[in-house]
């Protein structure tokens, strides 16, 4: 039964799977998209020896014009000692600036057969 609604889960979450990314031909490709902003976050667990830390980050970039972007990364870190009660909150939180200075691009190639 937990493989068949494991096999189940994998085939309709791949549904509606979209690649992320500009398409090569627009006027921004280091940007963001999304019509200016948007909100990024994945979780990472790390297991030490006498700890198990979990980390969530939080990315909010912003797009001001097409060449200038800003943002911030908002950290939350819960640690758990061997032997102790967890503790957590933000860590470090770092705020961006990102300028494009300089762009080149081509026509798409097309592969031929």
Not at 12 to 36: N, Y
Not at 67 to 79: E, N
Not at 87 to 95: I, N, R
Not at 96 to 112: D, G
């Amino acid at each position: 039964m937990n493989r068949l609604i494991i096999i189940a889960l994998s085939i309709f979450s791949t549904l509606k799977v979209f690649a992320q990314g500009p398409p090569i031909t627009t006027e921004t490709p280091i940007m963001l998209g999304l019509e200016g902003n948007g909100i990024r976050t994945f979780g990472k667990f790390i297991s030490k020896e006498n700890a198990n830390i979990y980390v969530q980050p939080i990315a909010i970039p912003y797009n001001i014009t097409s060449k200038f972007q800003i943002g911030g990364i908002f950290p939350f870190k819960f640690i758990t000692p061997k032997g102790a009660e967890t503790t957590g909150g933000f860590a470090d939180m770092t705020v961006f600036a990102k300028y494009q200075l300089y762009k080149k691009t081509a026509k798409p190639k097309h592969l031929e057969f």
